[in-house]
């Protein structure tokens, strides 16, 4: 499959500050999480297939078009910035069409552009307000009106979460999702875990400017060879259950949970033990009651990949 | 159960196509904020007097007879040749009018932009940079040539209508020239001038400041050094004697300062290129970490 935007050995520093270090990456339709920590280099990354920096080494191409000094390109992309981006004294309405005005559109052809966007945004009744007075939630859905109002095929949005209530993120979650149901591609950078696991499980993990991975998460994870899998398996008898696997030698480590109930595995081969497992529970009559991974998250992986 | 999604399908199917005026967009957001501004309004108005006083007095010069009582000998003054024209353009009142109107409007052009981060939206539309210098430009271009240019071709049409002839224009059928000279090089010059300024900072107030301490103190410098040197030549610190000197030599008058004009245009030229490379360097589309 093409990709929709391809970096290449892409390299960015300012000063002495390394912002990215020869990331190599591609982005495919659909929605992809950028995750890392705050000066990791996701914005850095983002202002690089934005045309907003020039790369010091390497490439950045959209469709096969290189990105830098090639602005008829961002005609199919939609970016929202990190922060907030508004001349505070005009209204949303003027916001927005005052940005569409970039693109040569007709003016009829803005005004139906814009109150569409303001209406995917619900800001369709405090539209004729100054940005001033806007809420928080209601900066960022205007932020995110702007990026899609010219229709574009690619939106990047840079920590489109953040300031949200946790009513405005699922609305925006869920529009965010639609975009993706339409076949765009949706590049999402977060530093909160929980938001980028509720957009979606293709993620690339960024961190000092390099990337760390990138896939989904159950596949990032079995990249992590060093690190066992952690399993909980809560049950009406663990120590019974923990004496059928002392002798298995492809479990590292056995503990029990505080809660007395539960017996902590840790394992290279999760797929062996869960075969063990149902043998164990068919054989010795134990009861199981819950199965889960602890470690199985996006939390975790981060943690493992970082060091932390 | 899930949608079931075709990944390489692509929706977006508008034109790459380059818009003729990439500019006018800023330009258009500019004058109107500027508008929006309910002081500015007053200053604006008020900056077209001398042009009204200049009209008056064109008016009066055609009326001699009839206005002989209140005029008493000053008539003089109101000799219609290029020197009135060079009068209007090149007066303290005029040119501070401009410091005024674009101390208002255009401070903040740049400034604002870097306040707000408005630079990371502008640069992820289809416009360069040099679009971007364009349609900031474009605003002080509008406000400084509807100060200059317009009137002083509206006092030329006057000057025919009133004279009811084409003889004033046959007899220096060059004046529009110098009329729309002078007034693409003040344009250019405060263009460049202001733009520069608003790139310092991201204050508004503080680019204001800049732009009349600059303006006024460079006249005070002036001042100060002709009056222990006694040389002409200090009339080079001053940016009003400059484009002073410039207006007189494009509408042929006398200089006013006893140094040859074209070092005037130098130092104002001068200006403007260092202007338009602090203005390269400045305007990036991202705030750069240190």
Redesign the interface.
Known sequence: MTAVIAATHLSKWYGNVLGLNDVTLEIEAGITGLLGPNGAGKSTFMKLITGQMKPNIGTVTVRGRKVWNNPMIFAGIGFCPEHDVFYEDVTGWEFVTGLLRFYGYSGSDIKERAARALDIVELTKDKDRLIRGYSRGMRQRVKFAQAIAHDPEIIVLDEPLSGLDPLGKRKLIKLIKAFRDEGRTVLVSSHVLPEIEALTSRIVLVHQGKILAQGDIPYIRELIEAHPHMISVRSSDPRALAARFVGDRSIQKMSFAPDGRTLVVETHKRDDFFGRLTGAVLEGGIEVEEISSPDDNLQAVFEYLVGK | MA?I????????D?K?????F?W??IT??GIL?AF?KKRFKFVFAGSFVPAVVFLVGLYISERLEDFKAFLQGSDRLLNIDPNYFKTYFTNDSLLFLIVLVLGFAAAGLIA?DLK?????????????KKDYLLGKMSVIFFFVLILTAVPGLVLLIFKLIFVGSFKFFLDYPWLPLSILGYSALLTVFFAFYVLFLSSLSKNTRYVTILVFMIYIFSDILFGILSGIFHEPAMALFSIKANLQQAGAFLFGQKLPFAVPAGWSFLILAGICVLSAAVLNRKI???E???
């Not at chain 2, 790459?16 to 003729?20: A, G, K, N, Q, V």
Request: proline content about 7%.
């Open positions: 949608t999604r075709e990944k390489g399908y692509s929706h977006w508008g790459l196509t380059e818009r003729r990439p006018w967009p258009r957001t904020l929006r604002d707000h981060n408005s630079l990371q939206l502008y640069f992820s539309r289809p416009l360069r990036r589309s991202v750069v970490i240190k």
